[in-house]
């Protein structure tokens, strides 16, 4: 059975940082992504890693201020943010697609985790 757990979210104020980390329960996907999803909103892509790293893409949004990556012998996805804002408080959703090109479709993702929580205080 696979599982993704996320963890690293936490309560920060403006301008701190945190890396998120998402374990998979032992095999290497495609495609790794993230997404978050505020109170009373959809939820939306974040960033989007490829099988092998080669390739990353990012939402206007957080480009230039997250980063993501991977550790395949470790299984892991990792989220590093940095610069947070007040509107980058949300539950964030590590997901894993089969396809091995990065995508910011959650349609595309079959696997989801559970979600952890970033909240950035101003």
């Known amino acids: 059975q696979v599982q993704l757990v996320e963890s690293g979210g936490g309560m920060v104020q403006a301008g701190d940082s945190l890396r998120l980390s998402c374990a998979n329960s032992?095999?290497?996907?495609?495609?790794m992504g993230w997404f978050r999803q505020a109170p009373g909103k959809e939820r939306e892509f974040v960033a989007a890693?490829?099988?092998?790293?080669?390739?990353?893409y990012y939402a206007d949004s957080v480009k230039g201020r997250f980063t993501i990556s991977r550790d395949n012998a470790k299984n892991t996805v990792y989220l590093q943010m940095n610069s947070l804002k007040p509107e980058d408080t949300a539950v964030y959703y590590c997901a894993a697609r089969l396809g091995g090109s990065v995508s910011g479709i959650s349609a595309e993702y079959r696997y989801w985790g559970q979600g952890t929580q970033v909240t950035v205080s101003s």
């Open positions: 032992g095999r290497t996907f495609g495609a």
């Open positions: 890693i490829s099988w092998n790293g080669g390739s990353t």
